[in-house]
């Protein structure tokens, strides 16, 4: 089983899924396909759980399992999540006929790559240089 790394800022609501990576400034946005793998595993559920769930979705692409078999792959090599004793205590995703529909509108894009597009302005942000007592600014 997995769960979310605690190192990370993650959000995990709806259909969206973020995690910020304060330490390097990086920031995941995970497009729909790879939000619902994520969702799943982090519920207990194993890759051939997912592959089975993902087989009743009409219009999947043929090449369904490699993409989630992707998606758990970057997870780990991102260190987005973890493995754990217990599953995260999160909403399992509603797979509805509206989902089927987002997916594909996004052509079931699963990939998950680091952004740096707000590296500078997590890294410089003085909320970083808190300690347990607190931040007091200093005067300049």
């Known amino acids: 089983m997995y769960k979310r790394n605690p190192d990370f800022f993650a959000d995990i609501t709806g259909s969206q899924v973020i995690f910020i990576d304060m330490d390097q400034g990086l920031f995941y946005l995970l497009p729909l396909f790879a939000s ?31 993409r989630i078999d992707d998606v758990f792959n970057n997870l780990i090599k991102y260190k987005l999540i973890i493995e754990s004793d217990t599953p995260d205590d999160i909403a399992e995703p509603l797979l509805n006929y509206l989902t089927h529909q987002d997916l594909q509108e996004e052509e079931f894009n699963y990939e998950i790559k680091p952004s740096t597009d707000v590296q500078k302005l997590l890294l410089d942000d003085p909320i970083h240089d808190v300690s347990l007592d607190g931040w007091t600014p200093t005067a300049k």
């Open 36 to 66: 619902l793998v994520l969702r799943l595993l982090l519920n207990g559920k194993t890759l051939s759980d997912i592959k089975g769930i993902f087989a009743e979705i009409p219009e999947i692409p043929a090449d369904y399992e490699k």
